[in-house]
Nanobody, 122 residues
Framework: QVQLQESGPGLVKPSQMLSLTCTVSGGSITTSYYAWSWIRQPPGKGLEWMGAIAYDGSTYYSPSLKSRTSISRDTSKNQFSLQLSSVTPEDTAVYYC??????????????WGQGTQVTVSS
């Protein structure tokens, strides 16, 4: 059973960097053909895919967030991380990490973390 757990500060000040880590258990982040995503949901809005890091270390980003987003990993800890720079109150959201299964005809986000609330406020 794959489990994902987000961790990081719940409050970030405007213009600072938001940093979150997702710890994965029950499966390796280097196993083919999985990619590990960050998704967020602002209050009252839908889910927004932010980006992902694949099993081979390749990274993919949403065009709308690419200039502010960086996703990295620590294979020794089986973790992957999100950094979002120059945050504003519009970045306030519940942030989720999830596993994407790309082995089939279409990708499926099959395992999710419980989500962590991040508020951007001074």
């Amino acid at each position: 059973q794959v489990q994902l757990q987000e961790s990081g500060p719940g409050l970030v000040k405007p213009s600072q960097m938001l940093s979150l880590t997702c710890t994965v258990s029950g499966g390796s982040i280097t196993t083919s053909y999985y990619a590990w995503s960050w998704i967020r949901q602002p209050p009252g809005k839908g889910l927004e895919w932010m980006g992902a890091i694949a099993y081979d270390g390749s990274t993919y980003y949403s065009p709308s967030l690419k200039s502010r987003t960086s996703i990295s990993r620590d294979t020794s800890k089986n973790q992957f991380s999100l950094q979002l720079s120059s945050v504003t109150p519009e970045d306030t959201a519940v942030y989720y990490c999830a596993r994407g299964d790309y082995s089939g005809s279409y990708p499926v986000l099959d395992y999710w973390g419980q989500g962590t609330q991040v508020t951007v406020s001074s």
